[in-house]
């Protein structure tokens, strides 16, 4: 049974940083691209980050270039985002998921707040 689970939402001010994390088992994950989304209140769900199942390939929404960083530790079957530079606009709901780009299965969503 695959399992996605976040940690790490929360508050953070204009320009702050956070540090989300997803923890991944029931699946190989060196096999699978990873990825992570989000959805804002009365928004669509959006593509934010993705990583290869390698670790040599990255890709980032527009929105998420030179402010955010995925990294995977393979070793502890984990996928990190780094959040630089907050904006209010940031704030949503955080989603991990595998696989990329065909998501099978979805992390029950870490909550993200900007105060402006």
């Known amino acids: 049974q695959v399992q996605l689970v976040e940690s790490g939402g929360g508050l953070a001010q204009t320009g702050g940083s956070l540090r989300l994390s997803c923890a991944a088992s029931?699946?190989?994950?060196?096999?699978?691209?990873m990825a992570w989304f989000r959805q804002a209140p009365g928004k669509d769900r959006e593509f934010v980050t993705a990583?290869?199942?390698?670790?040599?390939?990255?890709w980032y929404a527009d929105s998420a270039k030179d402010r955010f960083t995925v990294s995977r530790d393979f070793a502890k079957n984990t996928m990190d985002l780094q959040m630089n530079d907050l904006k209010p606009e940031d704030t949503a709901v955080y989603y991990c998921?595998?696989?990329?780009?065909?998501?099978?299965?979805w992390g029950q969503g870490t909550q993200v707040t900007v105060s402006s």
């Open positions: 998921a595998a696989p990329y780009p065909s998501v099978g299965y």
């Open positions: 990583m290869s199942g390698s670790g040599n390939s990255t």
């Open positions: 029931g699946l190989t994950f060196k096999t699978y691209a």
